[in-house]
């Protein structure tokens, strides 16, 4: 009997913690999509990430960073050097300070950067009611089951429930720890013109830069893949070599004869 109120009990508090993680602010869990990156032969698909380029050069730029891609990395993609260095010199960079002082901006090249839409944090916060939008380089990777959850959270604005108290200047997205988020919804159908004549809806430009950020975040996964599939097969190729020899060697003396005597 004892043993059956403590259960009880058990799966009262459980049920009370999980009451109260969701009253506190448990995002909804991200929605499934198949990515053509994914699993052990999984590759980027590059037009894709190319239109991923576009959307996030055309929209995402202008509030998050991604300060570690380097303009050159757009080669990987398939781009031009040359279209690389037009890209790069749209934006000027800050390249140390003069004899006064005062920082030298010059002309965005390869080798830099993305640039920052803000000079700092405290700008950036005061740009974005008060949030400082994160930087991108990673966030495919920093968060959980990052590929889904920021194609769910592009995708997943909606009206706030009757009983959401909503804060002034705040969007509803349930895909968002706490479901309010200070990013209105960045994309709409239209807001991209895709230079390859896709049709630029919401959920597509939303594939299409959750496959440029995960390839900013591991540019090298593709190679990693074929490393493994290598080791594998190098590993499969030994494992045969050394049974064979094993078998060579343990057949004599598994069939009783001795080897000295027949020398």
């Known amino acids: 009997m004892k043993l059956v109120k403590n259960i009880a009990i058990a799966l009262t508090a459980a049920v009370g913690l999980a009451g109260a993680s969701f009253a506190a602010g448990a995002a909804k869990?991200?929605?499934?999509?198949?990515?053509?990156?994914e699993g052990p032969f999984g590759q980027f698909d590059m037009q894709s990430a190319q239109r991923g380029w576009q959307v996030y050069k055309q929209v995402?730029?202008?509030?998050h960073s991604l300060k570690y891609f380097h303009f050159r990395n757009l080669a990987d993609l398939g781009y031009e050097e040359d279209m690389i260095k037009a890209w790069a010199a749209e934006y000027t960079?800050?390249?140390?300070?003069?004899?006064?002082?005062?920082?030298?901006?010059?002309?965005g090249l390869p080798q830099d950067v993305f640039p920052a839409p803000f000079p700092n944090p405290e700008a950036a916060a005061a740009s974005n009611g008060g949030a400082v939008p994160p930087d991108l380089s990673?966030?495919?990777?920093?968060?959980?089951?990052?590929?889904?959850?920021?194609y769910s959270l592009l995708t997943g604005y909606e009206d706030a429930p009757a009983d959401h108290e909503m804060p002034a200047g705040k969007s509803y997205n349930p895909y968002f720890p706490g479901g309010a988020i200070s990013m209105a919804p960045p994309l709409a159908e239209g807001v991209v013109d895709?230079?390859?004549?896709?049709?630029?809806?919401?959920?597509?430009m939303s594939k299409d830069v959750v496959m440029f950020l995960t390839y900013v975040a591991?540019?090298?996964?593709?190679d990693r893949h074929h490393m493994g599939l290598k080791v594998l097969m190098f590993l499969g190729i030994l494992t045969?070599?050394?049974?064979?020899?094993?078998k060579k060697i343990w057949k004599p003396i598994k069939s009783g004869r001795n080897v000295y005597e027949d020398k």
Not at 218 to 222: A, G, H, I, S
Not at 240 to 246: N, T
């Open 29 to 37: 869990h991200p929605m499934q999509l198949e990515w053509s990156f």
């Open 60 to 63: 995402c730029s202008n509030c």
């Open 93 to 107: 960079v800050i390249d140390g300070v003069d004899d006064a002082g005062d920082p030298k901006e010059r002309p």
């Open 138 to 150: 990673l966030m495919s990777k920093a968060r959980h089951d990052g590929p889904n959850y920021i």
């Open 194 to 204: 895709y230079e390859d004549g896709t049709a630029a809806t919401a959920e597509q």
């Open 218 to 222: 591991e540019p090298k996964l593709v």
């Open 240 to 246: 045969i070599v050394l049974y064979l020899s094993m």
